[in-house]
């Protein structure tokens, strides 16, 4: 091997040079990529509150119209106006808005979900039973400002 010219020092120290560089760069890279990716499961996780307290609030306001009560036709006697099949449930005693809550949690690899409930039996009833849905109703009028809220750009 004789025709091989031997590099000189200046090219041994700029191959010295690039193969630390090169190290320090790809422990950058790997860096900004877990960084990048924490950043978008933290947003995702936000959004998702956001996303839900949104929700939450849209059910609480629909279901918020009071009973109203007033006298019938010929007087005297007491008529109640209370919701009809179709319509969002009517405020009697406010129990079913001051137990509506809602939460996000993790469902693992930085993915979450969040939900809107109530613990009472009765809002069941009224979703399922009754025909005066009102979670679900609430979630499908705004299922594109929630979608918007989820995707939008990351800034």
Do not use: C, H
Not at 2 to 18: C, D, E, Q, T, Y
Not at 111 to 123: H, I, K, N, S
Request: charged fraction near 25%; avoid cysteine.
């Amino acid at each position: 091997m004789a025709g091989i010219p031997k590099p000189n020092a200046a090219v041994l120290a700029a191959r010295s040079r690039r193969g630390v560089g090169s190290f320090g760069r790809q422990i950058k890279e790997k860096w900004f990529i877990e960084k990048t990716v924490n950043k978008i499961a933290l947003t995702m996780r936000q959004r998702t509150g956001i996303a839900t307290a949104f929700l939450k609030d849209k059910v609480i306001r629909n279901i918020s119209l009071a009973v109203t009560k007033g006298t019938g036709p010929r007087g005297g006697r007491v008529v109640t106006n209370r919701s009809k099949s179709g319509e969002f449930p009517k405020a009697d005693s406010t129990q079913l808005m001051k137990t509506i809550f809602s939460g996000v949690r993790s469902t693992g690899r930085k993915q979450w979900e969040g939900f809107v409930a109530t613990p009472l039996d009765y809002g069941l009833m009224l979703e399922t039973k009754m025909n005066r849905s009102f979670l679900q109703r609430s979630l499908r009028e705004n299922r594109g400002t929630i979608k918007r809220i989820l995707t939008g750009p990351i800034k």
